[in-house]
């Protein structure tokens, strides 16, 4: 049945939309073709129009999109909701009702918030780690993150967001390790353990391998 999922993403070393499904997918193993389709050197200025590929494969002209045969899912949370109803036995969301609830208000609060830190510290598998000068609102979304974080994890024998398994909220929050690395974020231990734990899973490997071969870069993001 799920042999047909085919992922289409953005480039491995900017699309923070993209990383979110595909490492959900590969962590929780489940089978599926993947296209990337590299984004055109106007992105992230306003002369951007969107591929011509990505408008032929996504409704909303933007990716993450899975095509399930004739059904289009684009959006990195309706995806992630999608292969949660589609793999009911897999620990995709925790099985507690109210720790359940917790993790999808957390990645609710990802997919509409944190404008000013995505903004100013866009992820780069790229860019070398160096610091940045941050305005207020970058820091108060990392405070907020950092929050987040220790919530969970205090709340939970980790090292995952929810436990033992990497779920939807590790995923949608995974771009952000990134972001903290490379821009040399402030972070606790808590936060740098969960990191640590991340960044040790073989698709978090692999994702920063491809990242790292691609030959396409954008001025726009590597000039943050
Ligand atoms: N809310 C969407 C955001 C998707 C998104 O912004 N994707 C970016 C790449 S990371 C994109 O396709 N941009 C192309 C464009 O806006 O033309 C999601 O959750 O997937």
Known sequence: MAQDLKLYIGN???SSWSLRPWI?????????????????QTMGTAAYGGTARIREVSPTGQVPVLHHGDLVIPGSLAIIEYLAELYPQKPIWPDDLRERARARAIALEMLAGFGPLRSACGMNFGRPVAGKDLSEAVLADVRRIEEIFTDALERCDGPFLF????????AMYAPVINRLHVYDLPRGEVTQAWMDAVMGLPA???????ALKEPWRIAAYEDL
């Open 163 to 170: 436990g033992k398994s990497f779920g939807a909220a590790d």
């Open 204 to 210: 978090w490997r692999q994702w920063h391998k491809a």
């Open 24 to 40: 959900l997918m590969r962590t929780q193993d489940i089978p599926f073709e993947c296209e990337v389709i590299p984004f055109e």
């Open 12 to 14: 491995r070393r900017y």
